[in-house]
Structures are given as structure tokens and as C-alpha cells.
């Protein structure tokens, strides 16, 4: 019980310090962007701006309906079977990368259903939408994982890792790699983290929250931007392997981190897609032509080298 507990107060940790730094490095990277002080600790940029931010919540309105309360405990509960090493996870399931994507597709439809609500009830047409919308996003990501099951031929977070030992599976998915980078970077653009209107949601939506609320609301987006992240290092970048002498958990942080570092820069180097109508163009004509594309190749490979014997 004591250990369970520990492992329960380690993750709470890390996530709690990487809100944190996630959130400097994203207003650090919007300030410098578009030319707003970013030196005054308690300015949009510093140091102190994410406990500014915070306080600012917690002096608004602090209930919560139904929908916050299970959205702050999903967005909690899907590190839960998340593996942030090969000895620290809280639940244990051998196909836990199943159960992994299943969490994140609930957490995603509690953020639009939480989002989708208004004075006067919800907007079950918008709601409707956005989730649809969302969902739609992670087809090029089904394939992608797919592809890897095929590759890997389990659903074992840990195995998957255990498989890179020698060579990442970039080196085998390249293409693969690709469309989930760019699946998760629309994905980010959708939720705009960066920005103070994303495009899932209406101006006046996204006003109406105020206070905990608002805060559960943006910590689930970025805990399903994390989820997204962790899901890149483990399924292509060798995940916790250490590399030479540095070890594993911290070149796991540093993937981590310049993995969003990068996602924050092509996010603000490419303001002409935050229209929906862009980002749901290329994930049509490109992402999931090309996801299917690798897949098929994959399942042509698995079938000559592992039937024939012909590669």
C-alpha cells in the first residue's frame, strides 16, 4: 500500500512540475512571438506568469458542475496505466496501450462536453461536432499505432520499449512517425493551449468558464497534449532506453520536452492553419491518405518476411 502510494504522490509530482513548465514555455514562446515583455516575473512569460495565472482561477469561482469533476479525475486517472518507467506504474495491464488511447478518447469527449456548455444548458449540435471533429484526428493515429502493433506484435507499452533496445522504431516507421507528429501538432492547434481562442471552441464558450472550472478545463488539454507526447517517445523514440551514459528516465524528460518545445514553435510558425477548415483539409487529403498508405505497406511486410520468408 505505502508503495502504491508513493508511486501515486511521484506522478501527481511530475505532472504537477511539468504544468508548470509547460505552461512558462508556452508563454514564454507566445510573448516572444508576438513581441510582448516576457523578463517581469509576473508578466505573460516569466517565471512567475503559470502561480499568476493559477491565483487569477482560484479568485473566481470555485463550483464545479458534474461534468468538471469527472473531467479533473480523467485527466488525472489516465497516467494511471500510463508506464513513465519499467517499475513505475500505477496499473498494470498487458495490453495497456488499448487502454491508454480508450482513456484519452474519454478524456478528449469530457473536455468538448464540458466545453459545449452554456447558460442556458448544452449545445448538443456543437458538442456533436467538435467530438466528431476530434475523433476524426486520431484515424491517421489508429493507423499509425497499428502499423507498430504489427511491427511489435504486442499492446504492451513496456514491450514496445523493450523492442527498441537496439534500434527506435522511427527507424522502422518513418513515414508512420511523420503523420503522428503532424496528428498531434493539428491536434494542438485544435485545443489552442497557445492561444486565447481555440478552435473548438466559440469565443463566447470559451469565456463562460470561469474560475476551477476553467482551470480543471485548460489542465485536462494540456494532460491530453502530455498524453499525446509521452505516447510519441514511448511508441517511436526508444521511450526510458538509456543513451550511452545518460540515463533512461532522464533522456525520457528531455524527449519530453524538446518534443513540445517543438510543437510550440511550429505551432507558431504556422498561424494560417488555426482555421478548422485547413486542419480538417490536411488530415483528409494527407494524413490519413498516408497513414492508410503505411499501414498497408506494413501489413505487405509483416506478410513477405513472416509468411514467405521472402525479405
Not at 508548470?20 to 510582448?36: G, I, M, P
Not at 464540458?114 to 458538442?127: A, E, L, V
Not at 518545445?261 to 490536411?282: E, N, Q
Amino acid at each position: 500500500m505505502t508503495a502504491i502510494l508513493n508511486k501515486v504522490i511521484y506522478i501527481f509530482c511530475i505532472m504537477g512540475i511539468n504544468l508548470y513548465f509547460c505552461s512558462y514555455l508556452t508563454s514564454k514562446v507566445s510573448a516572444r512571438s508576438e513581441l510582448r515583455r516576457g523578463f517581469v516575473a509576473s508578466r505573460i512569460g516569466g517565471l512567475g506568469y503559470p502561480f499568476v495565472k493559477l491565483f487569477r482561477y482560484l479568485a473566481k469561482d470555485y463550483k464545479l458542475n458534474i461534468w468538471e469533476v469527472f473531467l479533473f479525475f480523467f485527466s488525472l486517472f489516465i497516467w494511471t496505466v500510463v508506464p513513465f518507467s519499467q517499475t513505475l506504474t500505477l496499473i498494470k495491464f498487458d495490453q495497456d496501450l488499448l487502454m491508454a488511447f480508450l482513456f484519452y478518447l474519454l478524456l478528449i469527449f469530457l473536455i468538448l462536453t464540458n466545453s459545449s456548455r452554456s447558460n442556458h444548458g448544452y449545445i448538443f449540435q456543437n458538442m456533436t461536432k467538435n467530438v466528431l471533429m476530434i475523433y476524426t484526428f486520431m484515424l491517421p493515429v489508429f493507423f499509425c499505432v497499428t502499423s507498430l502493433v504489427i511491427i511489435n506484435r504486442t499492446l504492451n507499452l513496456k514491450e514496445i520499449t523493450g523492442f527498441q533496445y537496439q534500434y527506435w522504431n522511427i527507424v522502422y516507421q518513418p513515414l508512420g512517425f511523420i503523420v503522428f507528429f503532424t496528428s498531434v501538432l493539428l491536434q494542438l492547434k485544435l485545443f489552442g493551449l497557445t492561444k486565447s481562442n481555440p478552435v473548438l471552441f466559440t469565443e463566447n464558450q470559451e469565456k463562460e468558464g470561469a474560475g476551477l472550472g476553467r482551470l480543471i478545463v485548460r489542465v485536462a488539454r494540456y494532460s491530453a497534449l502530455f498524453f499525446l507526447i509521452v505516447m510519441i517517445s514511448i511508441l517511436y523514440l526508444g521511450g526510458w532506453h538509456s543513451f550511452y551514459f545518460i540515463n533512461g528516465n532522464i533522456i525520457f524528460i528531455l524527449k519530453f520536452y524538446i518534443i513540445f518545445f517543438i510543437l510550440l514553435l511550429l505551432d507558431k510558425a504556422t498561424p494560417g492553419l488555426d482555421d478548422y477548415r485547413y486542419l480538417v483539409s490536411i488530415n483528409w487529403r494527407f494524413l490519413v491518405p498516408f497513414s492508410a498508405a503505411n499501414f498497408l505497406l506494413t501489413i505487405i511486410f509483416f506478410i513477405l518476411r513472416n509468411i514467405y520468408n521472402l525479405i
